[in-house]
């Protein structure tokens, strides 16, 4: 009789942690990502316990027997200090993990900034590796000495110039040589 009222017990035990959201510690790893759980839960240990009370009470009277030995009501105690352990450790779990995601949002928030940062420092460094490089012309130069000097050609000396190859070069006259 007394492992039949543990049986029932066990058994109303898990349905309230169930019904009061309470999952195995299998369950909670199959659905740690993405579980977003109620916060403002502060009230469900004191709740949880009054409805455990009522039920064993119910139970013990429905059972037929007006009265609880002392090892029924051990059993019942030994059952409601579980859940209030179980209950107490899922709100500090709670806790921690509203936390966490307040951590979480403020480290997306400054990798966000990096990255922009990032992008703008990439931004502003490649235009300012386009740097414009001149030669100023001196006597006796040509054409063709300069663009061989700087290792580029004749014809791409003179696009960048916009001048043709037989138009006379003087010196001191500033020439384009790369872009």
Do not use: W
């Not at 931004?123 to 000495?145: A, C, D, F, P």
């Amino acid at each position: 009789m007394n492992r039949d009222k543990d049986e029932a017990a066990q058994e109303f035990m898990k349905e309230v942690a169930n019904d009061l959201g309470y999952s195995t510690r299998g369950e909670r790893e199959q659905r740690s990502r993405g579980v977003v759980l109620r916060s403002g839960s502060g009230f469900l240990i004191p709740v949880g316990i009054g409805i455990l009370i009522l039920i064993a009470i119910g139970l013990f009277l429905f059972t037929g027997k007006s009265e609880l030995s002392k090892e029924d009501l051990r059993s019942i105690q030994a059952g409601l200090n579980i859940l209030e352990d179980k209950l107490a450790r899922l709100e500090g779990l709670e806790k921690r993990i509203d936390s966490l995601q307040k951590e979480q949002k403020k480290l997306r928030q400054s990798v966000d900034k990096i990255a922009k940062r990032s992008l703008n420092n990439q931004k502003k460094s490649s235009s300012s590796q386009v740097k414009r490089r001149y030669h100023t012309v001196r006597s006796g130069e040509s054409l063709y000495t300069i663009a061989n000097k700087y290792g580029i050609s004749t014809d791409k000396l003179c696009r960048l110039n916009k001048i043709t190859p037989k138009k006379p070069i003087k010196p001191g006259q500033k020439l384009l040589i790369g872009q």
